[in-house]
Structure formats: C-alpha cells, structure tokens
C-alpha cells in the first residue's frame, strides 16, 4: 500500500478564484489519478497523471478547468480553476500499486 | 460507457447480523475492488479480486469475483457498530497492451447503518 497525504484538507473558497490542491505519496509510483466526489455521490475521474508525460483527462473534464501537474514520482497537483459553486466538492487523488488503487485523505471544497 | 449498479443503495441492520452487497456490471472486469468510506476520508481499500470465481476473505470480509466477471459481491459477517460507513465497488480494466488508464468504475455505494 501507500501513505498518501493531500494539502489543504479544506477550504473555502470565493466564486472566480482558483485553488491548488497538493497530493504527496511516500513511495515512487507511476500512476497517479484525479477524483472528483460530489456531496452523497460517487466517486468521478478527472484525470491520469503519469510523470513525464500530459495529464489525460476524461470526458467532461478539461485542462484548461483542470491543471494537473506531475513533477515527480511522489508528487501532483491539481488546480480548479475559475471556480463557481458547482465546482464544491471532494477532491481525491490517488495512486496506482500492482493494480490496486490507494486514495488520499481528500480535499474537501466550498465555493461561495 | 461502462456502468456499475450496485445494491442495495443502503441499508440499516442490528449489531450481529451479516450483511450482503452486489455489483452487477454491463462490462467485463479484470479486476474488482471493494472499499470503505468513513466521513471526512478518503476510501480505503478492503478487497482486491483478480480471477473469474476468486473468493477472498479479509477477517469477516468475504467477497467473491462473478464467473462471467460482470458482477461481484461483498458479505460483512457478525456486524460491528464500526461496521458502519459507506461501501463501494470498483471495477478496473486493466489494458492487456500495458498502455492507456488503469481507470476503475465505481458503483453508487451502499450506506451501511449498524444499530447497536
């Protein structure tokens, strides 16, 4: 498994504004993947972050909404960007081990 | 796209009694994941199947891989008030080329109430 932190845990946020959302792994992973999980739903993916490479983004969700860094092995962000309330939700990352996926904490976000 | 529906949707149960949940699929899976959700977490991973008619315990966890790798269910044994949270099932398609997204499917979840 992995140890996997996010910064901030939440935040609340101003309509028009962005914020950027950290995931730290404790260990060199290759995979690491987006989430967006909104109040009393499931689980959505944004997007894979493979280090060294773009960001690919699923269906409905688009770079430009979405940055995704990927630095390193053990590091991503996430912006979201130009924020409005529908944007409020969790954010999870999480990363990818012999095919099994390990999530964060969360970053859970308000958009007023 | 692929669609997991997973049942039942929630559920209220005294302390003691055992618990079932199901994941039916109109894809093929190569793998079936089931994990837990607590308020304020993330998920955290319980049980991961990788063969047609795999059963794996996990303590009083047991969950089994369907024959036609299309469906998947999880049985809680003896229920504890901790017990309590919610439970999601997670289909992954794993590209046999070695390329593209190890994306998972998830199911709605099933909201799991322990009365003591």
């Known amino acids: 498994s992995a140890v996997i932190s996010q910064k901030p845990s939440r935040d609340i946020c101003q309509r028009g504004t962005s914020l950027t959302i950290q995931c730290q792994v404790d260990s060199q992973v290759t995979m690491m993947f987006w989430y967006r999980q909104q109040p009393g739903q499931s689980l959505t993916l944004i997007a894979t972050a493979n280090q060294g490479s773009e960001a690919t983004y699923e269906s409905g969700f688009v770079i430009d909404k979405f940055p995704i860094s990927r630095p390193n092995l053990t590091f991503s962000t996430l912006t979201v960007s130009n924020m409005s309330p529908e944007d409020s939700s969790i954010y999870l990352c999480?990363?990818?081990?012999?095919?099994?996926?390990?999530f964060g904490p969360g970053t859970r976000l308000t958009v007023t | 796209g692929q669609q997991l529906n997973q049942s039942p949707q929630s559920m209220f149960i005294q302390e003691g009694e055992d618990v079932s949940m199901n994941c039916t699929s109109s894809?093929?899976?190569?793998?079936w994941l089931w994990y837990k959700q607590e308020p304020g977490e993330g998920p955290v991973l319980l049980i991961a199947?990788?063969?047609?008619?795999e059963l794996t315990s996990n303590g009083r966890l047991t969950a089994q891989f369907g024959i036609t790798r299309k469906d998947s269910f999880l049985n809680i044994s003896a229920s504890i008030p901790s017990d309590v949270g919610i439970y999601f099932c997670?289909?992954?398609?794993?590209?046999?080329?070695?390329?593209?997204?190890?994306?998972?499917?998830f199911g709605k979840g099933t909201k799991l109430s322990v009365i003591p």
């Open positions: 997670a289909g992954q398609s794993i590209p046999y080329s070695g390329a593209g997204s190890y994306q998972l499917t």
């Open positions: 999480s990363v990818d081990i012999s095919y099994e996926q390990y």
């Open positions: 894809s093929i899976f190569n793998t």
């Open positions: 199947l990788y063969k047609a008619g």
